[in-house]
């Protein structure tokens, strides 16, 4: 039986890739430090250089700001504002933004079948 090092690095013993379940990277930090950045020039290389299946970016940040330039410069995927907004919630339930925030995540947690589909 030939060992791990010697049928070369991350192949199967019949010499096949093996497949990959889904993967994630979850990007944190403080607003303006370049998180979407990273996201879309990590996707952009991911497609140049990958034959899986292309990246999706998720925001799930309900408290981002949405612009017209973010809007067009980083497209997302899949975005936690289309389900429950931090403006949006302060605005009909009155809550605080700390309070609008706890209620955006509660409220993601219960409807995880939108993230999911």
């Known amino acids: 039986s030939r060992t791990a090092r010697g049928r070369g690095a991350g ?8 497949t990959m379940g889904r993967q994630a990277m979850m990007v ?3 607003a303006g430090s370049g998180k979407s950045t990273f996201c879309f020039t990590m996707q952009n290389h991911m497609l140049a250089n ?8 998720i925001n ?4 981002q700001e949405r ?3 973010a809007e067009g410069k980083f497209p997302f995927d ?4 289309d389900l429950v907004g931090v ?3 302060m605005e009909e339930l009155e809550f605080g933004p700390n ?3 706890v209620f955006c995540m509660e409220h993601l947690v219960e409807n995880l079948h939108w993230l999911e589909d």
């Not at 899949?78 to 504002?81: A, E, F, P, T």
């Open 50 to 57: 990958s034959q899986r299946l292309p990246p999706k970016v």
């Open 87 to 89: 403006a949006d919630v």
């Open 99 to 101: 309070g609008a925030l």
């Open 11 to 18: 192949l199967r013993e019949d010499g096949q890739q093996p």
């Open 67 to 69: 612009t017209e330039e």
């Open 60 to 63: 799930l940040d309900p408290g």
């Open 28 to 30: 944190v930090g403080p």
């Open 78 to 81: 899949l975005d936690v504002r």
